[in-house]
């Protein structure tokens, strides 16, 4: 089998000597991280991660770079492998140069013993990968700071693990982006969010941009919420409880993740 490097190098290679008209093909796989939190209809909406890593791509002199992203809101490694998303939106997919695998915060809630099951639905899941793409490279990656440090920690020892166990590297998003947090404040990468009934009814007109209609899950009831991709509102509304309750990254946070996956890519040339 060919080693990672080097077949990455083979496909910027191909595509620099103009053997291959098709632009690199980066396919991404994960949860909603991956996929993005905020809903694709409340403004203001910005670039999404797979468009900024090609943009980023460009500015650092990569060859251009087409993002699929096949990310998809609550998703763990066992209910991806065989579902219809799998099927409709990965298995599909046509000349995959490179995947970036991000699981690990929905398995870490939903596995009864994390340390046990997660191992064997991953390896499961790159094996799929590996047979429906057999030219890609495929890198996993860690997780961001959606639970406390500690938690984080454990769920990307497990990838680690995973990674030298399947001969993958790694992309380590989890410590540039808790390094930002340390930096910048705990709630700098975060949306913003709450039901729109906790904010005084003489804001609501104003804040229809950001409002959208959220059915509920679990102990969360149906109804209007509003959520922000940014920190500009903090100041009015920060007091309001849950308002920094969403640990899904805004567009900083995503700005993060792309220009940490593109270094990761020039460093491969």
């Known amino acids: 089998m060919i080693n990672n490097k080097i077949q990455f190098l083979l496909i910027l290679f191909v595509i620099s000597m103009g053997y291959s008209q098709q632009k690199t093909k980066i396919l ?18 910005g670039p999404h991660l797979e468009q900024m890593i090609a943009q980023l791509a460009v500015v650092e002199g990569l060859p251009e770079l087409e993002v ?10 066992k209910r991806l492998l065989g579902s219809k998303h799998y099927e409709q939106k990965i298995a599909t997919v046509k000349d995959v ?3 970036f695998l991000r699981m690990g915060i929905n398995d870490w809630f939903k596995c009864k013993d994390f340390k046990k099951e997660f191992p064997v639905q991953m390896k499961a899941l790159i094996h799929q990968l590996h047979k429906d793409h057999p030219k890609a490279v495929l890198y996993l990656a860690t997780i961001t700071s959606f639970m406390p440090p500690e938690e984080c920690i454990q769920v990307n020892n497990q990838i680690y693990n995973i990674a030298k166990d399947q001969k993958l590297e790694v992309l380590d998003i989890f410590t540039p982006y808790n390094n930002y947090l340390i930096v910048n404040g705990t709630n700098s990468l975060n949306v913003r969010q709450c039901y729109l009934d906790k904010i005084p009814e ?13 059915k ?4 969360k009831p ?6 922000v991709n940014d920190m500009s509102l903090d100041p009015i509304f920060g ?21 940490e996956t593109v270094q990761f890519l020039k460093k491969k040339q």
């Not at 994960?30 to 409340?42: A, F, K, L, Y």
Request: proline share 5%; charged share 20%; glycine share 14%.
């Open 28 to 45: 991404l796989v994960g949860d909603s991280t991956t996929i993005g939190n905020m809903p694709r209809q409340v403004k203001p909406e």
């Open 68 to 77: 699929v992203n096949a990310g998809k809101g609550g998703e763990t490694a």
């Open 97 to 99: 140069d490179i995947i």
């Open 202 to 214: 003489k804001y609501h007109a104003w804040l229809k941009p950001y409002t959208y209609y959220r």
């Open 216 to 219: 509920g899950w679990g102990s």
């Open 222 to 227: 149906d109804g209007y919420v509003v959520k």
């Open 239 to 259: 007091n309001i409880k849950g308002w920094y309750y969403d640990r899904h990254p805004n567009s900083t946070g995503y700005n993060l993740i792309a220009y």
